[in-house]
């Protein structure tokens, strides 16, 4: 049984890193915002609750998330572990979590937000084909124009400087305390996200794998 949280500020490559420890572990990630929607779609009583929320705005209330994450998680496909993405995102949510069980690991990815804020302000899209270009790391050939289809590149609303930036603070008021939480618990790990997708998740294998190792060793 493996059971892990993962925290990252937006754009720290949070989805991408729990989709690959989901195929190395063989656990599913379970995403909490893809949840609550799978829930309306099906249109089951939970989903009819969370759609009244929804449809008014709001998030809902952490017993109604609390309740769809413990649905989820009974069902056999986390029979041997689970990959929490977007959950808890309050204190409230995380007490509920730990009457429900007791998490493993929690999986903190740390980056500098000059350096996300960077990354997001630089991107450059095609919207003739999505390619993605950044005018730091990634530039196309000709400034300004597609190296696929040429046509002129544009910057997303989403990855304007004053919307990223009250994103990341947004994150940062919200999962702080939570961090401290389960830092203070004593299974939170810090990750390095400056280390590039295959160095984070190298991290991040090597904390999980250290975590077995030390199970091991406390029941031989
Ligand atoms: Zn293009």
């Known amino acids: 049984m493996l059971k892990l949280i993962i925290f990252g500020p937006p754009s720290a490559g949070k989805g991408t890193q729990a989709q690959r420890l989901s195929k190395k572990y063989g656990i599913p990630q379970i995403a909490t915002g893809d949840l609550l929607r799978e829930a309306v779609v099906r249109q089951t009583p939970l989903g009819m609750k969370i759609k009244s929320y929804l449809d008014t705005g709001r998030l809902g209330p952490d017993d109604l998330i609390v309740q ?125 996200g400056s280390a590039g997708i295959d160095g984070v998740f190298d991290q991040m294998v090597r904390a999980i794998d250290g975590l077995s190792g030390q199970t091991q060793a406390e029941t031989h």
């Not at 400087?161 to 389960?182: C, G, S, W």
């Open 68 to 192: 769809l994450i413990s649905e989820r998680v009974a069902e056999p496909d986390c029979s041997e572990g689970y990959i929490l993405d977007g959950f808890p995102r309050t204190m409230g949510q995380a007490r509920e979590l730990e009457r429900m069980t007791e998490v493993d690991l929690v999986l903190n990815i740390v980056v500098e937000f000059e350096e996300l804020v960077g990354r997001a302000v630089g991107r450059r899209i095609c919207p003739q084909c999505a390619a993605v270009f950044n005018v730091k790391s990634n530039p196309p050939r000709v400034d300004g124009r597609c190296d696929r289809c040429e046509s002129p590149l544009t910057q997303r609303d989403d990855d304007r400087e004053d919307t990223v930036r009250n994103r990341l603070k947004v994150y940062m008021d919200q999962t702080a305390p939570l961090i401290e939480h389960f830092r203070t618990k004593g299974n939170l790990v810090d990750i390095d």
